[in-house]
């Protein structure tokens, strides 16, 4: 905990620096909600088959959910939502004639997450 997972559209492969996100948004993770750096933990996953709008192919998509244990307030949540969509910004290159959409989801673990 956290666990968090990064999916960004494969036209961004060149453009988008994912560790140096990761690496960045950790810090941000522990100071918002009271999280433990070595607890947090984020999966980037390339998404080739994604359609934004019409599907013209001038989009790209970079998502982030972060998945905590019970017991944030809705308000920490959504501060660290907005940081991370935020962040993003930082450690993304312009590709030309492409329009990037940037969201962000902060969620409450299941009841039933364990580890190990």
Do not use: W
């Amino acid at each position: 905990m956290p666990q968090i997972t990064v999916d960004y559209s494969a036209t961004l492969d060149n453009a988008f620096d994912r560790q140096g996100y990761a690496k960045a948004l950790h810090p941000v993770v522990v100071e918002t909600v009271a999280a433990a750096t070595e607890a947090c933990k984020t999966r980037t996953r390339r998404v080739d088959d994604f359609t934004v709008g019409a599907g013209t192919g001038r989009d790209a998509v970079v998502h982030v959910e972060i998945a905590l244990l019970a017991g944030r307030t809705d308000e920490a949540k959504g501060r660290l939502g907005e940081a991370a969509a935020a962040l993003v910004r930082d450690f993304l290159k312009p590709v030309d004639g492409l329009t990037v959409h940037i969201s962000a989801e902060v969620r409450d673990l299941d009841a039933s997450y364990r580890k190990a």
